[in-house]
């Protein structure tokens, strides 16, 4: 069974940064696309960044040039370095992973405050 273990979740307040990792196993990470979403009550769960295998990143529109997704193979961990937080960014943030079938975390909980 595959598995994603979010971390680094918290409140902050806006302006400020986090960082949220996600560690896979049981998976074949070094060819396995990874990304982030999130979702917020009473919303749908959007694509926030993704990175592929081959290190190819895309982001919503909403993120880019505050967001970077970046992933460590040798640790199986991929990570979302999030600045310039703001409070719409609050969220539930969930891991992913794509190798055939798609694979979620548990998710972790992003509060930026005004």
Do not use: H
Not at 74 to 92: F, I
Not at 94 to 99: I, Q, R, V
């Amino acid at each position: 069974q595959v598995q994603l273990v979010e971390s680094g979740g918290g409140l902050v307040q806006a302006g400020g940064s986090l960082r949220l990792s996600c560690a896979a196993s049981r998976i074949n990470f070094r060819v396995a696309a990874m990304g982030w979403y999130r979702q917020a009550p009473g919303k749908q769960r959007e694509l926030v960044a993704r990175i592929s295998s081959g290190g190819t990143t895309g982001y919503a529109d909403s993120v880019k040039g505050r967001f970077t997704i970046l992933r460590d193979n040798a640790k199986n961990t991929v990570y979302l370095q999030m600045n310039s937080l703001k409070p719409e960014d609050t969220s539930v943030y969930y891991c992913t992973a794509l190798l055939g079938e798609q694979y979620w975390g548990q998710g972790t909980q992003v509060t930026v405050s005004s």
